[in-house]
């Protein structure tokens, strides 16, 4: 049996974002389709260079690639979803960091969402619901020159 439901889409997003988040649609599924090891490597090397990015920017990089596609507003859209709104903060000089893994209370569930300021971003769950297994976080200014 199946249960009627609506997707809810973002309405308001302005057409440059959502212009950009077309742009980085293709590469975001194409990125879903490989190993975890490559996507982290691909993530690693895209992220070089960028600040940090705020829950209001991975907010609307969430926000821009569910209002341009219903893959990624749908339940199942999760990989898609958080590497499109990690590649679209980087369009703009920030990376919001990249998370997969699973909750944490039962029912196993494997999960893909982004993170900004330590918090999951647009997730409706609280705090800790999902352990992380593979994060690709900002590079960090602190870090030791390579020699």
Request: glycine share 8%; proline share 12%; charged share 20%.
């Amino acid at each position: 049996m199946t249960t009627p439901s609506a997707l809810e889409r973002p309405t308001g997003v302005p057409f440059a974002r959502r212009l950009a988040a077309r742009l980085v649609l293709l590469p975001a599924v194409v990125l879903s389709f490989l190993p975890p090891r490559r996507i982290r490597a691909v993530l690693a090397v895209v992220r070089r260079g960028a600040a940090p990015a705020t829950a209001a920017q991975a907010k609307s990089a969430r926000d821009a690639m569910c209002a341009v596609s219903l893959l990624c507003a749908g339940p199942k859209g999760c990989l898609p979803r958080s590497l499109g709104a990690a590649l679209l903060c980087r369009l703009t000089g920030g990376w919001a960091t990249w998370c997969t893994g699973a909750s944490v209370v039962p029912p196993f569930n494997a999960h893909a969402w982004i993170e900004a300021e330590g918090r999951p971003v647009g997730e409706d769950v609280p705090d800790g619901y999902f352990a992380r297994l593979i994060a690709v976080e900002p590079p960090t200014a602190n870090r030791p020159p390579r020699r």
